[in-house]
């Protein structure tokens, strides 16, 4: 089964699971959803939560089996990634060095350093930067170079790459999350028409389409692009599909034609909310208290909203993947209409 298949991957656990499944009646009302459903990944307790915690579960889990004492990292410069690793290398006594890209074209003082970045100060990580922002190769790179010099030092670097040609052991936290999902939906016997998450590295939505198509579910996983037009971001999907089933050496039950993605409200760009994000924040602040932000859930709660407004009477989850710290590196005038 796939979940013994997990089991033989190392995991390091660093939250007390599940997260909760929470109704949102105030927005199903006001859109005219049959129920809307928040699957909180927000509240999972380390440093602010958010669903890379889940995957760096997996990610630790394979440093510490290593033995490494240094974990290296990048992302952008209000990178929740970043944050997490920062968070849970303090929590197991590793030293965590973060490498903070320009990916987003804003040059404020809070920006640079408030939000994610204050945080990762907090936590006690080293902070480099890397000048591009579109180089997956060239970001990854600079960390090997970091990780080299280190080995000269006398440290034991681990490497958290971003290019997608390296496995995808983040995935398998959202595999994780598709079983949890899954038996929290049959608990309270409920059915939904499609789960939205946000399609950004691949992992959160590869591995939740692998372990929810592999415990037979038909119900259609909506991604939402948050980095790259869906045309770029299929083959990253599909190429995620393959790798975790190597990972696991197991057929994957999710194919291409599970792949379902929207790139409606990636524009203006990664880390920018467009006018319909932005009424998109407002509205699940106002009717749910839910607090999103301009990168991931700004832009998913977008693709669901709309897919309600298109299908009345709905029933649908969406993941709140977390981000709330990156929203004090913005201001009013990004984040509401």
């Known amino acids: 089964m796939l979940s013994e298949k997990l089991t033989r991957i190392p995991r390091t656990t660093l939250w007390s699971h599940p997260t909760p499944l929470e109704a949102a009646p105030s927005l199903a009302k006001c859109l005219g959803a049959e129920n809307i459903w928040i699957k909180r990944d927000d509240c999972n307790g380390l440093a602010f939560g958010g669903n890379k915690v889940r995957q760096m579960e997996y990610y630790l889990g394979d440093a510490l089996c290593k033995g490494a004492d240094t974990l290296l990292i990048t992302g952008a410069v209000q990178s929740n990634f970043v944050r997490t690793a920062a968070a849970a290398c303090a929590k197991n006594g590793l030293q965590c060095q973060v490498q903070l890209e320009a990916r987003v074209s804003k040059s404020s003082d809070a920006y640079a350093r408030s939000g994610n970045v204050l945080l990762d100060q907090m936590l006690g990580a080293t902070i480099h930067h890397f000048p591009v922002g579109e180089d997956e190769e060239g970001a990854d790179r600079n960390l090997e170079e970091i990780a080299a010099q280190l080995k000269v030092d006398g440290r034991n670097p681990y490497v958290v790459h971003l290019h997608p040609s390296h496995p995808p052991l983040g995935s398998l936290g959202y595999i994780d999350a598709a079983f949890e ?143 709330g710290p990156s929203i004090f590196g913005y201001g009013v005038e990004d984040l509401l209409p």
């Open 181 to 323: 999902l899954d038996q929290q939906l049959k608990a309270q016997d409920l059915s939904v028409d499609a789960v939205f998450v946000p399609s950004g590295s691949g992992n959160t939505h590869g591995g939740f389409l692998y372990g929810w198509k592999g415990i037979g579910n038909t119900a259609p996983v909506m991604g939402s692009c948050v980095r790259r037009d869906a045309n770029l971001q299929r083959p990253r999907i599909e190429t995620r599909l393959e790798q975790i089933g190597a990972l696991l050496v197991d057929e994957p039950a999710a194919k291409a034609k599970d792949v379902h993605l929207t790139d409606e409200f990636l524009a203006p760009g990664y880390g920018v909310a467009g006018d319909v994000v932005k009424e998109t924040i407002a509205l699940a602040a106002q009717h749910e208290a839910l607090i999103l932000d301009p990168v991931y859930t700004g832009k998913t709660f977008a693709a669901a909203f709309e897919h309600v407004k298109a299908n009345p009477g709905c029933n649908i989850v969406v993941f709140h993947t977390g981000g």
